[in-house]
């Protein structure tokens, strides 16, 4: 019985876990003559291949490892040490405010912010705005989230349903902390998915 109740605590604390991720950070600690670096891989011994400026904010940690975390910068992605990473407060997907989401083939992207709004385009649609609810998570599950919202006159519903998942581009070589997938239900159903980053509006 006391083997059985480990494994459930285990488990469900590495989901809560998972569910921190991804998050907003400020840079703090790092003097101003200075820059904090990222690395190719979770380690102080790894190659450098970009920094964060002293004072940067709002950057966006994907996963943790130990001391490290992942961010994006520039198309690739890095380590950096959380050491100098001040989590800002409810800014994790739980309680995410407003994200991008994007694909590729065909290419498309939405910026939503919840319970408001949300604009999507793709190649033969410029910025069509959708009026949003308030995101829900699935009924007894940590994951996936979803937004419902329909365009101001009622023509075409949207359904996002994003996922704590690492997910790729397929273009590039950075790693999101978000898997979308898109449905538009109007006068024809078309399906999308993708990669999703939190976002400040």
């Not at 949300?118 to 998570?137: E, H, K, Q």
């Not at 999308?192 to 400040?200: A, D, K, M, N």
Request: charged share 20%; net charge neutral.
């Amino acid at each position: 019985m006391f083997r059985w109740c480990v494994v459930v605590f285990l488990f469900i604390a590495g989901a809560l876990q998972a569910q921190e991720y991804p998050a907003l950070f400020d840079v703090t600690g790092v003097a101003s003559n200075d820059a904090l670096n990222i690395r190719t891989e979770p380690s102080a011994k790894s190659p450098i291949i970009g920094v964060l400026a002293y004072d940067a904010k709002y950057i966006e940690v994907v996963e943790q490892k130990g001391n490290w975390g992942r961010v994006n910068q520039r198309g690739s992605t890095g380590w950096v040490s959380m050491r100098f990473m001040k989590r800002l407060p409810e800014t994790d997907f739980g309680n995410a405010y407003a994200f991008g989401c994007s694909g590729t083939e065909p290419f498309w992207t939405i910026s939503a912010v919840t319970g408001a709004r949300a604009t999507f385009s793709a190649p033969d649609v410029a910025g069509r705005t959708y009026i949003l609810g308030n995101m829900r998570r699935a009924s007894g599950r940590f994951s996936p989230h979803a937004l419902l919202g329909t365009t101001p006159d009622g023509a075409e519903a949207l359904t996002l349903v994003v996922d704590n998942v690492i997910c790729s581009d397929g273009m590039s070589d950075m790693l999101y902390g978000l898997r979308a997938t898109l449905v538009l239900n109007g006068q024809e159903q078309r399906v999308f998915s993708g990669c999703c980053s939190l976002e400040v509006e």
